[in-house]
């Protein structure tokens, strides 16, 4: 079985930016990563994983994180022009 291939510099570069989009999200939100976790359902070391770009979430997670801080899945993922892409 062949394994998957791994991702290229691009993808990882916009896996930490959506990481940090979803930080200061939260972070607007006043919420900790506990707090989120607790309403997610999601432990805090995966989360942290996600925010710090170093893990590649599923949709169904992306949608858990979006209803615990109580905002549009498309604020979690949303570019800024600034980030480039």
Same mark, same amino acid.
């Given at each position: 079985?062949s #394994?998957?291939?791994?991702? +290229?510099? !691009?993808?990882?570069? !916009? #896996? %930490?930016?959506?990481?940090?989009? $979803? #930080? !200061? *999200? %939260?972070?607007?939100?006043?919420?900790?990563?506990?707090? *989120?976790?607790? %309403?997610?359902?999601?432990?805090?070391?995966?989360?942290? %994983? $996600?925010?710090?770009?170093?893990?590649?979430?599923?949709? +169904?997670? &992306?949608? !858990? $994180?979006? +209803?615990? $801080?109580?905002?549009? &899945?498309?604020? &979690?993922? #949303?570019?800024?022009?600034?980030?480039?892409?």
């Amino acid at each position: 079985m062949s #394994r998957p291939t791994p991702p +290229d510099d !691009r993808v990882i570069t !916009r #896996r %930490r930016q959506v990481g940090e989009q $979803i #930080r !200061r *999200v %939260r972070e607007q939100h006043h919420l900790t990563q506990h707090e *989120v976790c607790g %309403r997610s359902g999601i432990d805090v070391a995966t989360y942290s %994983r $996600i925010e710090q770009g170093h893990s590649a979430p599923l949709l +169904d997670t &992306l949608i !858990r $994180i979006a +209803d615990a $801080i109580g905002v549009p &899945l498309s604020d &979690l993922v #949303r570019e800024s022009s600034c980030l480039g892409g």
